[in-house]
T-cell receptor
């Protein structure tokens, strides 16, 4: 049971490049989400999914796309990277919407856009 | 709207001192959940505690204790006899009763010096 995995751990992009941050979980969790962490800002929600085929926007969705074709995977796509997207990205999963459930976080991806 | 405020940006203490990290929240939900996470220098997010809105009992776990007061919308975290290994960023977070996502505070960076 690997929990929540994220790849890559580190990435450097040039402005305008696109890339996909991978997130996978093996706990059969319905609910998955992406957060970004910036210095002094805490974690902010980018996108989330309540199940395969269903996604929705969070607090800071601009510049990002997501899809959820399987329960296990929830990739985050940067369409045209900008320096403002330099951040640490965390993927999380939880069995459902009840607050009784703990959120499981991946180890994070540190992205730098030059 | 939901909001979490951690007014202390950085705290520095000497080992063995007690330290309290403050967390104030806002929500209109009658059912909600409060969390504390620790982020050590290695970067991962470590779950510490979850508390639901119907349980105002204080909790103690070793050197850690939490004080939940609905009357003041606060969920403070105290470390007794701090140690260098407690140095980390600590996040308080809120989750509504029917929501899967967390609203994070901006975090408090705790430095414990030997």
């Amino acid at each position: 049971n690997a929990g929540v995995t994220q790849t890559p751990k580190f990435q450097v992009l040039k402005t305008g490049q696109s890339m996909t941050l991978q997130c996978a979980q093996d706990m059969n969790h319905e609910y998955m989400s992406w957060y970004r962490q910036d210095p002094g800002m805490g974690l902010r929600l980018i996108h989330y999914s309540v199940g395969a085929g269903i996604t929705d926007q969070g607090e800071v969705p601009n510049g990002y796309n997501v899809s959820r074709s399987t329960t296990e995977d929830f990739p985050l796509r940067l369409l045209s990277a900008a320096p403002s997207q330099t951040s640490v990205y965390f993927c999380a999963s939880t069995p459902g919407t009840s607050g009784l459930y703990e959120q499981y976080f991946g180890p994070g991806t540190r992205l730098t856009v030059t | 709207a939901q909001k979490v405020t951690q007014a202390q940006t950085e705290i520095s203490v000497v080992e063995k001192e007690d330290v309290t990290l403050d967390c104030v929240y806002e929500t209109r939900d009658t059912t909600y959940y409060l969390f504390w996470y620790k982020q050590p220098p290695s970067g991962e997010l470590v779950f510490l505690i979850r508390r639901n809105s119907f349980d105002e009992q204080n909790e103690i776990s070793g050197r850690y204790s939490w004080n939940f007061q609905k009357s003041t919308s606060s969920f403070n975290f105290t470390i007794t006899a701090s140690q260098v290994v407690d140095s980390a960023v600590y996040f308080c977070a809120l989750r509504g009763g029917s929501q899967g996502n967390l609203i994070f505070g901006k975090g408090t960076k705790l430095s414990v010096k030997p």
